[in-house]
């Protein structure tokens, strides 16, 4: 390292003492307390265990906070291997520059794809018993006894024999100077203590009294601020501006280019940018795809139902036969529109760039490639580089892109050796999204004469994620992450029902809008067109949707094991009270089986109130069910938000809605009771950040048909004038 | 120029008086817990009270707060001791990433002042801040659970 983070939780002095000595700042960041950096000085046992003199037990989480929980699930798990204190556990956040000074210790930092805690778990619990052994072994070696003849727990050390204790404070520093040990045995999770338990939060207290930064209250010394404003046209450039009508306004500094597409207003205040930003003069230059709107889009998708070419997701048996010969066809064509994450806190950025040394201060989900975006956009060595992760203000994944830190940084070459703090308005993030993708789905069903299922096509139309964020992923140019939730098999995303004749197909149609990882990823749409459509099979036929579903899932156990926890705790055997109906709905992504089950009742055929939901999770392995319980209930926020209000549409290559007046998020009023049955079954670990998503869409959609006969396709719901009671 | 009193304390500031009071509190004050989410009054991240009314403060110029009583998410606790609303937020447990959570502590305590029983439908008519998060259901516990403090 060739600087030295030394944070406290009060506030941190960034000590910069660059190779070189260009730059030897003494930055007072005015932060009153948040996440504290790992202080590289700071004595450790090993990378993830900093234990200090006074017993606290620092643990360093290398993913990121936005609200998931995940800082907690991993303090537990190492804390859990490692017999501290729990209620002397803190954390910090390792730099990615740290990370990758020291080879990649902690893995990998992106967070997303539900993998936070998953992907690490086996990691961290190795980090955390690993600790314990070279604390065990300190403690040993200073009573001259055999390791094997210690215990820990709760943080002290004990020699049974001799009776003699000490505790992990005490040596600390003489175990972090041992070699690690190579092997040690990871407990049982029926064994767990810490982990597995409903705990609060660590991170809360901060967030309560306003004290805990986040990247938008980031403050440095001689700080400038920029607001930016992208061509509105997906793949237009900047012409020209006219910098002169603005630089006689309060505060302006400066007028800067950023890149090809975007230009920046720096002033002494965002306002002040952001007011002379407004009035600034703009000419853009907006390209081929002015001229493209969703009506365009969606024709061309319309298209793709019925093409010759698709990729193959999933296929048994001869689906062309098995239709052809059917005694009964059931067909259903469904839409799912461009959404935009709309997290609360805007992108930001701020950049510091000189000659010797370029730092950012961000929210990100990939502190990796956050780093690998300075190093690219500053010009300069990695050594020379650092990310400072911030808490974040929602991520849903529009935070693993890093767009907005090149920008930053560009902006911040501008103006050597002055801090400059990005943030974008509403109206910037809700034109430059990385949108969930649009799709189409042709649903084609075919049954025998005694009314069994013998066949399904879906077709699926639209866009791929990976072709635009991850070519390198796709196998022969097919997109295997379309398929989520309609695999054949396998531990991520498998389909949950057994049909003799099946074919899932993807006829790819790559409108030049920047999709992204949306929350649940492709899965809200999947599970939407399967799960209604099979509601719509159910119904074709006069079978009850429930017994319908399980008769093709007796190969899915575990699919059909939260079917089953919902159904039951709603009283489906039973019928609902008058006026109420029912829906439901099941799907497995990001390694977990879900499953909701809705009542509701429709007024004036239009005004929906969700009475209860219930939602049911395996994710294998629990390590916090409290967490797990908000994740689920958020789940509902987020996925019936979109299902009810939100839809990005184009027109002239522009998306049309700005801010949260055309593009709403449910409130208090809107938010249904959830009761989560979290019913982990045991030797797997799966996510739950997102799954539970795309299941609160078909689980309502399903008992809007009951309540009214009519089958809702495409979305939101507010463009059928279906709206929230 | 604009004086305005924040959490008790008088403060001048050159500014122009049609900028938000939320731009003032964070950029002037240097008060950052009132949060920006869309500048025009439909989040409620930025709720802060104005003569102990809940006010969205990024659609008012700082003009209209000069001489009355500004309170923040900062100036809530009192000698270092939370808030009623405070602490039942932190028993339930309710922030996800938290950045809406000042401005629906802010709401609440308003809402508390006016009803100190307030029922689930004057949450719902009350609290219309947004929470992409969804934190909704322990937001609602929390209220109630506040009202017994």
């Known amino acids: 390292m060739n600087h030295v983070v030394r944070m406290n939780r009060r506030s941190f002095v960034i000590g910069t003492a660059a190779v070189g000595g260009g730059l030897a700042l003494g930055l007072e960041l005015q932060i009153g307390s948040g996440e504290a950096e790992a202080a590289a000085s700071e004595p450790e046992v090993n990378a993830w265990v900093v234990i200090r003199p006074d017993e606290t037990v620092v643990i360093r989480v290398a993913k990121s906070e936005m609200g998931q929980g995940t800082i907690t699930g991993l303090a537990q798990l190492v804390a859990e291997e490692l017999e501290c204190d729990w209620s002397k556990v803190t954390f910090e956040y390792p730099t990615p520059g740290q990370n990758l000074a020291r080879k990649q210790v902690w893995g990998t930092m992106f967070t997303a794809g539900s993998r936070g805690i998953r992907e690490s778990q086996e990691l961290v619990r190795n980090g955390g018993a690993v600790a314990r052994q070279m604390l065990l072994q300190a403690a040993a070696n200073g009573w001259n006894v055999p390791v094997s003849e210690c215990s820990a727990v709760n943080g002290a050390i004990a020699h049974k024999s001799s009776g003699r204790t000490t505790t992990f404070g005490k040596v600390a520093e003489a175990a972090g100077k041992l070699e690690p040990p190579k092997d040690v045995q990871l407990k049982d999770p029926k064994d767990w203590k810490i982990a597995g338990r409903p705990l609060k939060r660590l991170d809360t207290i901060d967030k309560l009294t306003g004290q805990l930064i986040y990247g938008i209250d980031v403050k440095l010394p001689g700080m400038l601020n920029a607001a930016i404003k992208d061509c509105p046209v997906f793949g237009g450039k900047l012409k020209s501006f006219d910098a002169e009508k603005i630089m006689g306004m309060k505060g302006v500094q400066k007028v800067v280019r950023v890149g090809e597409s975007a230009v920046a207003v720096v002033a002494d205040t965002w306002w002040q940018a952001k007011t002379a930003l407004d009035a600034l003069p703009i000419q853009w230059d907006e390209g081929e795809n002015a001229n493209i709107s969703s009506a365009s889009i969606a024709e061309w998708l319309k298209a793709g139902l019925d093409a010759e070419q698709a990729f193959v997701g999933n296929q048994n048996g001869d689906v062309k036969a098995a239709l052809a010969s059917a005694a009964k066809k059931v067909e259903a064509v469904y839409s799912y529109p461009y959404q935009n994450h709309a997290t609360m806190e805007p992108m930001n950025t701020t950049a510091l760039y000189t000659a010797d040394k370029c730092e950012v201060w961000c929210p990100t989900q990939n502190g990796d490639r956050a780093l690998a975006a300075v190093i690219e956009a500053s010009g300069l060595s990695a050594p020379k580089c650092e990310v400072h992760k911030l808490p974040l203000g929602g991520g849903f994944g529009r935070r693993t892109f890093t767009d907005y830190i090149h920008q930053a940084v560009a902006i911040a070459k501008e103006m050597p050796g002055t801090p400059v703090k990005l943030l974008w308005s509403r109206e910037?993030?809700?034109?430059?999204?990385?949108?969930?993708?649009?799709?189409?789905?042709?649903?084609?069903?075919?049954?025998?004469?005694?009314?069994?299922?013998?066949?399904?096509?879906?077709?699926?139309?639209?866009?791929?994620?990976?072709?635009?964020?991850?070519?390198?992923?796709?196998?022969?140019?097919?997109?295997?992450?379309?398929?989520?939730?309609?695999?054949?098999?396998?531990?991520?995303?498998?389909?949950?029902?057994?049909i003799p004749n099946l074919l899932i197909d993807h006829a790819m149609r790559n409108p030049p809008v920047p999709p992204g990882f949306w929350r649940g990823v492709n899965i809200n749409h999947n599970a939407i067109y399967l799960e209604c459509f099979m509601d719509e099979l159910a119904h074709s036929i006069g079978q009850d949707p429930l017994e319908f579903r399980r008769r093709l899932m007796a190969q899915h156990p575990k699919h059909l094991a939260v079917l089953n926890a919902v159904a039951e705790k709603i009283g489906w055997a039973k019928s609902p009270p008058q006026e109420i109906h029912r829906g439901i709905a099941q799907m497995m992504a990001f390694g977990s089986y879900v499953a909701a089950a809705t009542e509701i009742s429709v007024d004036n055929g239009n005004k929906i109130k969700i009475?209860?939901?219930?939602?049911?999770?395996?994710?294998?392995?629990?390590?916090?069910?409290?967490?797990?319980?908000?994740?689920?209930?958020?789940?509902?926020?987020?996925?019936?938000?979109?299902?009810?209000?939100?839809?990005?549409?184009?027109?002239?290559?522009?998306?049309?809605?700005?801010?949260?007046?055309?593009?709403?998020?449910?409130?208090?009023?809107?938010?249904?009771?959830?009761e989560s049955i979290v019913m982990p079954s045991g030797g797997f670990w799966g996510g739950v950040g997102e799954p539970t998503i795309c299941v609160a869409g078909p689980a309502v959609l399903n008992a809007f048909f009951n309540a009214t006969g009519q089958r809702i396709r495409s979305f939101p719901l507010k463009n059928h004038n279906v709206q929230f009671a | 120029m604009a004086r305005i009193t924040v959490n008790r304390k008088s403060h001048d500031i050159d500014v122009d008086p049609n900028t938000p009071l939320l731009w003032v509190?964070?950029?002037?004050?240097?008060?950052?817990?009132?949060?920006?989410?869309?500048?025009?009054?439909?989040?409620?991240?930025?709720?802060?009270?104005?003569?102990?009314?809940?006010?969205?403060?990024?659609?008012?110029?700082?003009?209209?707060?000069?001489?009355?009583?500004?309170?923040?998410?900062?100036?809530?606790?009192?000698?270092?001791?939370?808030?009623?609303?405070?602490?039942?937020?932190?028993?339930?447990?309710?922030?996800?990433?938290?950045?809406?959570?000042?401005?629906?502590?802010?709401?609440?305590?308003?809402?508390?002042?006016?009803?100190?029983?307030?029922?689930?439908?004057?949450?719902?008519?009350?609290?219309?801040?947004?929470?992409?998060?969804?934190?909704?259901?322990?937001?609602?516990?929390a209220i109630h659970a506040a009202t017994n403090a």
């Open chain 2, 25 to 141: 509190l964070r950029e002037q004050v240097g008060l950052t817990g009132t949060k920006y989410g869309c500048g025009i009054a439909q989040c409620g991240a930025c709720t802060v009270h104005i003569d102990g009314a809940a006010v969205r403060s990024c659609s008012l110029p700082v003009s209209g707060a000069e001489g009355k009583q500004i309170t923040t998410i900062e100036g809530l606790a009192q000698n270092g001791v939370l808030h009623p609303v405070q602490k039942a937020w932190l028993e339930h447990d309710v922030p996800q990433c938290g950045y809406c959570q000042t401005g629906m502590i802010m709401a609440a305590v308003a809402l508390l002042m006016e009803k100190p029983k307030p029922s689930d439908a004057d949450i719902d008519s009350t609290i219309t801040n947004i929470c992409r998060c969804g934190t909704f259901q322990q937001v609602r516990a």
């Open chain 1, 428 to 498: 910037e993030d809700m034109a430059h999204g990385r949108y969930h993708p649009i799709t189409q789905a042709k649903m084609v069903g075919g049954f025998d004469a005694s009314g069994n299922l013998t066949a399904l096509h879906m077709r699926i139309s639209g866009q791929s994620i990976f072709a635009s964020v991850r070519p390198e992923s796709l196998q022969n140019g097919r997109d295997p992450a379309t398929f989520q939730g309609l695999n054949p098999s396998g531990p991520e995303a498998a389909i949950g029902y057994t």
């Open chain 1, 611 to 674: 009475h209860r939901i219930v939602a049911a999770t395996d994710c294998g392995t629990a390590v916090n069910p409290a967490q797990i319980e908000r994740q689920i209930a958020g789940s509902f926020v987020y996925g019936l938000s979109a299902l009810f209000y939100q839809e990005c549409t184009l027109n002239g290559g522009r998306i049309e809605q700005e801010n949260f007046d055309t593009y709403d998020s449910m409130r208090i009023a809107q938010m249904p009771k959830v």
